[in-house]
């Protein structure tokens, strides 16, 4: 019996934490770390704010590692929020975004989550996924911030009247988990 | 005769250089650079985008050097954009602004300088200044950014209808310049 590789992830985020153990503690052993203080950088990229956040966890920690991020990119906007959506929430909120849409027909955006890895090689590896969807013209539902406008492809609710278990089914941070394990598989390592 | 102190600046913006080299090129040997790639963190203060930037500058350079920016605080949107200005003005605009104050009455909004120094004792000292002001209903003149919509206390007219120069006689980054004077004066460095 070969000893499984430990991999942390940063993460204090329960439903995250759950979805990891689930999806890679069979082939990994799992760690978990929530203060290393990473730096975000100013960037509407959400794989290139995971990509320097990884590289500087990776630093800190000195074995592989694991961060993740997501964001919004509303298409007719040039893809605002992006990455800022902590910003965004802290100022202007939803009711802002859907003010910057107010008579705006393309209402068309992308929840994007990505992962990044980074080990010995130092060189971060970024699994992005994307939910396509529209911005409801209200917030409406109780919920985690986003999940208030972000109506998915398909369905006529918000992710927050749809509520958490519905949206963990095909949720782009399981879709990214999965790439990401696969990839590690293969790696072998 | 002693000689002058070496301070390098990081900036490529002419007007700004010319305020430099005005304000400080008799007390000290100004030098400018503007290839140094400086990573810009994710927050709404200015001073503290400032701080990171000048702190990595030094880091990269080491020899005394300073780092400016500047950014806009709207009362009524939290203090949106904040630093993040150069992503409003690659998505939402300054048309995206105004939208998000119709109908707002508080159309108060504070224009910041940040001048960022840091030397040998890698503990970078920021001056920063503001600008009282009003975002006006509708972008209004040619000019830079933000000048399209912030109109100074006391006028009617935006910034980019008053024109560069009557912006000079009292911006906040010449005054943040001053400040910075002053300090190494007496300093004594």
């Known amino acids: 019996m070969t000893e499984k590789m430990t991999i942390t992830f940063v ?7 759950s979805d990891i153990k689930k999806m890679l503690g069979d082939k990994f052993d799992i760690q978990f770390t929530s203060d290393l203080d990473l730096t975000e950088i100013q960037s509407l990229s959400v794989a290139e704010v995971v990509a320097f956040k990884v590289k500087q966890a990776y630093e800190k920690v000195g074995t592989p590692i694991a961060v993740s991020d997501s964001g919004l990119e509303i298409e007719s906007l ?5 990455a800022l959506v902590k910003f965004v929430n802290e100022t202007i909120g939803q009711e802002g975004i859907t003010k910057l849409l107010k008579n705006v027909e393309n209402r068309n ?29 209200e ?5 985690w911030h986003f999940d208030r406008i972000f109506i998915p492809k398909g369905e006529k609710r918000t992710w927050a009247e749809i509520g958490r ?19 590690l598989v293969e790696k072998g390592t």
């Open 11 to 17: 993460t204090k985020n329960k439903e995250k934490k």
């Open 78 to 82: 040039k893809n605002f929020p992006g």
């Open 109 to 137: 955006a992308h929840f994007i989550a990505a992962i990044g890895y980074c080990d010995h090689e130092k060189n971060p590896i970024i699994f992005v996924e994307r939910d396509k969807g529209t911005i409801s013209m």
């Open 139 to 143: 917030p409406r539902g109780d919920g």
């Open 165 to 183: 278990e519905r949206k963990n089914i095909d949720s782009a941070f399981r879709r990214a988990l999965e790439k990401m394990s696969h990839w």
